[in-house]
């Protein structure tokens, strides 16, 4: 579950090096443009809670070549990966632990062994250049002491991996409660599960019909050197052969595609979409679903959303794409804020969730998530579930969504209020991908090149 170990001897590690301040502590490290120390920023901001995607945005900007800045993403994005392994790897290393007094530079401390182990950067390029990524954040005194801990490393590195392998929260790198209730939810493919969430995933367009085909962007894309492979079951899916800048990428600006995972392409098949059909989005935003939709078929769609800031992220994609709807802002949880009485023959909920089916794009998700969430987040699902059903029309369906893998948001959820709706009813689901998992179906990380995702069906009788 992680990456080879290349360098196996195990020899005394060296004296530990005495840190010095070398005058440049105010020294800014966009100056030098440097992205190992961008990084490692980016990291310790992860760690203090902000979101791995708005952490990256204002980095990514201060780095001028795009291949740093594609380092620079995936460094710090391994880095939230396997921060719970080599996090703990540090308390080992160092005598007097670094995360409260300088938690940039233990996150690059943390970089520096993911450079090593994960990313496979050769030692003497590694190493060198951590070091003076040291300088370039201004904590140049440091350097000595970061060249003797990652240099330790690799001289008794066959040691502190298997001390690290021994317990389950730094063999994995995820937290012991989504371990224990992987575990328990899915027995026979926690493993599995947890290697998925380990191994970056390729990147996934979907075509926009109405403007292109999939052989003409597969075509397009391989002009400029990028190559596309039309997913094997999902009509509108391209899987990327590696990850690039997409919104550079010829036909992103005239819409021919969007970036979007294909396990959350699958909600326009399942919502047997027809023209003239009025159709809710109910937690929209981005929009990518709702978008999707209005490429299938000419519905009648409002797309709402309780967060302005992120409704407007719809307006901006519709606009991009050539499509157009309705755009609210409003709880989905209180129709009568926004709802004008008619009712819907489709309603999509996309429920917020834990995410822990997306990991393997998110790995912050990893750092932020709590245990004391999931039943948060089920008793939010319940809410809206039971608010939105009353605005579908009898004959309507319903489609219930997570990016879940937790038993406790999506099946029992759904179990729950077919419990207590005598008029609900569910659609069998068959993918080629997942199983059945009680009234839904479960698609787990990984499996048929796709996230983690939950849909379940459900009809108005």
């Known amino acids: 579950m992680r990456g080879k170990s290349k360098n196996n001897a195990v020899i005394p590690g060296p004296r530990r090096a005495r840190p010095r301040n070398d005058g440049n502590k105010n020294r800014?490290?966009?100056?030098?443009?440097?992205?190992?120390?961008?990084?490692?920023?980016?990291?310790?901001?992860?760690?203090?809670?902000?979101?791995?995607r708005e952490a990256l945005q204002p980095a990514q900007e201060k780095l001028r070549d795009p291949r740093d800045r594609a380092f620079a993403t995936a460094l710090a994005s391994e880095g939230a990966r396997w921060w719970l392994r080599y996090d703990k790897a540090l308390d080992t290393l160092l005598?007097?632990?670094l995360r409260k007094r300088e938690p940039v530079l233990h996150a690059l401390l943390v970089l520096g062994l993911v450079q090593l182990e994960i990313l496979q950067i050769p030692p003497h390029a590694a190493v060198?250049?951590?070091?003076?990524?040291?300088?370039?954040?201004g904590?140049?005194?440091?350097?000595?002491?970061?060249?003797?801990?990652?240099?330790?490393?690799?001289?008794?590195?066959?040691a502190l991996n298997a001390r690290l392998d021994s317990q389950p929260e730094t063999?994995?790198?995820?937290?012991?409660w989504l371990i224990d209730t992987l575990t328990r939810d899915w027995p026979k493919r926690a493993d599995a599960i947890l290697a998925a969430d380990n191994a970056p995933a390729p990147p996934m367009l979907r075509v926009n019909a109405r403007r292109a085909t999939r052989e003409a962007v597969t075509d397009e894309l391989a002009h400029a050197g990028t190559t596309a492979t039309p997913h094997p079951f999902l009509r509108d899916a391209l899987t990327l052969a590696a990850h690039t800048d997409i919104a550079r990428l010829p036909g992103f600006v005239a819409g021919h595609f969007s970036v979007q995972d294909g396990a959350a392409q699958i909600a326009a098949d399942l919502l047997d979409l027809r023209d003239g059909l009025r159709v809710l989005d109910a937690c929209a935003a981005p929009g990518g679903k709702a978008c999707h939709m209005l490429e299938r078929a000419d519905v009648r769609g409002l797309a709402l959303e309780r967060d302005a800031a992120r409704a407007a992220s719809i307006g901006q994609n519709l606009r991009r794409l050539g499509l157009?709807?309705?755009?609210?802002?409003g709880d989905a949880g209180?129709?009568?804020s926004w709802w004008d009485g008619q009712t819907f023959d489709r309603i999509l909920l996309d429920a917020p969730c834990s995410a822990t089916g997306v990991i393997r794009r998110h790995p912050d998700i990893k750092l932020h998530r709590r245990a004391g969430d999931i039943a948060k987040l089920a008793h939010e699902q319940s809410r809206l579930l039971t608010a939105l059903w009353p605005l579908l029309a009898p004959g309507g369906r319903l489609v219930y969504a997570t990016c879940s893998v937790l038993r406790e948001e999506n099946e029992r959820v759904v179990a729950a209020f077919l419990a207590a709706h005598a008029d609900a009813s569910t659609q069998a689901i068959t993918l080629p991908a997942g199983r059945a998992a009680g009234a839904g179906w479960q698609i787990l990380p990984g499996e048929g090149g796709l996230d983690g995702m939950y849909y379940a069906v459900l009809a108005k009788d």
């Open 28 to 52: 800014s490290h966009a100056d030098s443009g440097d992205a190992r120390a961008l990084a490692a920023e980016v990291l310790a901001a992860v760690v203090r809670g902000t979101s791995l």
């Open 95 to 97: 005598q007097q632990p």
């Open 128 to 137: 060198a250049a951590t070091v003076e990524a040291t300088r370039a954040l």
């Open 139 to 158: 904590r140049g005194g440091f350097a000595r002491l970061v060249n003797a801990v990652l240099r330790r490393w690799l001289r008794e590195r066959a």
């Open 171 to 176: 063999r994995a790198a995820h937290p012991r």
């Open 324 to 329: 157009s709807c309705k755009v609210r802002t």
């Open 334 to 336: 209180d129709p009568t």
